[in-house]
Structure formats: C-alpha cells, structure tokens
C-alpha cells in the first residue's frame, strides 16, 4: 500500500526521512536515514528557538539571521552538506501550485480578518515590520525573517516526523499529520511576541501554515515555500505603506 499522498511525487524525497520503496513495490522504509538521536536534536534546537524569540529581547533582523544561519548549518551537517535535498521540484506546474496555494491563503486569511473585525476582535499586524519606514526596509526584513522561518519550520517538521517514526512507529502519512499539526501550533506561538499576544492573529496563520506544508510535501522545495510565505506577506506590506503615505 502506497505511504504516498495523492498528487505527491515519487521522485522527490523528505530529507532524512525518506528511504525504501514509498509506493509499496519493494517496502516502505521511514527512519532509515533519520536516527533518534537527530530526531530528538532536531526537535530540541526548535525549542531552545522558540524560547529565546519568546523571552530573550533582541532585534528581529538578529533572531531571522541566526535562525537562517543556524538552521542552514544543522541541515548542512545533518545531510553531509547534502543542500541540493532542499530544492525539491520547481518545475512550471509546481510553480503554479504554488501561487494558487499563496492566493487561497490570502484570501482565507482576509476573510477571517474581516469576520473577526465585524465581531469586534482586534487583530495587530507584525510590530518589526510595521515600524519600518519604507517600503524597501519592510522587505529586506522580511527576507531576512522568512528564509529562517522557513527553514526553522522545515527543520522542525522533519525531526517530529523522526520521532513519531522512531519511537512511535507510526506509519508516513500518520507521522507527517501529526507533525504538521503540532509544527503549525509551535510556528503560531513563535509569533505571540511579534503580534503582542495577539491571539486571533496568531489563528489567522494557522492555514498558510498547514497550506505551506501542502506545497512542501507535494514538492519536497523549501524555495517554493519561501517565495510563496514572502508573496503572502508582501502584498500586504505594498498595500499599507503606498496607501499610508
């Protein structure tokens, strides 16, 4: 039986955690290249991240340059320098899912803003980015920030996956749920401090998030997730600033 999802291809595997026949034809393999010990790391550093965004007060560009870099080094060493895993499919197709998946996100996050706003729910935008003062600062910041949120929530996902799979044995489709749903609640608290503790804009990431992971099952590409998190947050940043002035 296929650990496949429908649509997701074959030909590109999750790092680490990929190995054997995925299709059912010669037998599915989980954790032969993913060890419970770098599960358990993998896992340990995103929480050791997201208690220092939490309560250690240092700038965002500084946080965003070390989470790119840290998280770029534990690939790097955790992959034998292997970075060519992180590309996955870009292909026209994927390309185009990509877009979709970024317009879809807009336009659910903005409809849940709009009933949170006639509810009366005060929603805040990301203070670092809103204290920018043009149009180009906002944006090398948010290059900055998404590179290391993107590889902090690949990186993450994939150690949780590890671990459903090395210690609870769970099968592929079981372990990428399970992780992409406690990935998504552990991004969402990384950003309590940027959105002042905010809790209804902390839901409104919640299915960018899950829809992000989508994109990068289906095309293993940490780069498409990136561009599509920076189009899903940019458009935005464009919007204010040029009606603003």
Known sequence: MSELFKRENPNYRL????????DGSSGSSLNGGI?????????ASAIIAISILLFVPIPQ????????????AFYGILS?????????????????LMLVITIISFVVANVLSSIYEAAGLKIVSDQA??????????????C???IGEEMFKTLLLL???GIFVTFAHAKRKQAIIWSVILTTILFCICHYTAYSGNIMQLTLLIPSTVLTFYLYIRTKSVILTTVSHFL??????FVGLIFAK
């Open 232 to 237: 899903y947050d940019a458009i935005p940043i």
């Open 35 to 43: 060890t419970k010990k770098m599960s358990l790391l993998l896992v």
């Open 129 to 142: 980015i809103a204290e920018q003062s043009s149009i180009l600062s906002s944006l090398k910041l948010l």
């Open 61 to 72: 560009i500084i946080s965003a340059t070390i989470f790119t870099v840290a998280g770029l």
């Open 159 to 161: 150690g949780l996956i």
């Open 144 to 146: 900055a920030q998404l």
């Open 15 to 22: 790092p680490f955690v990929d190995t054997g026949g995925l």
């Open 80 to 96: 034998r320098c292997k970075f060519n895993l992180l590309v996955g499919s870009n292909k026209p197709k994927d390309i185009g």
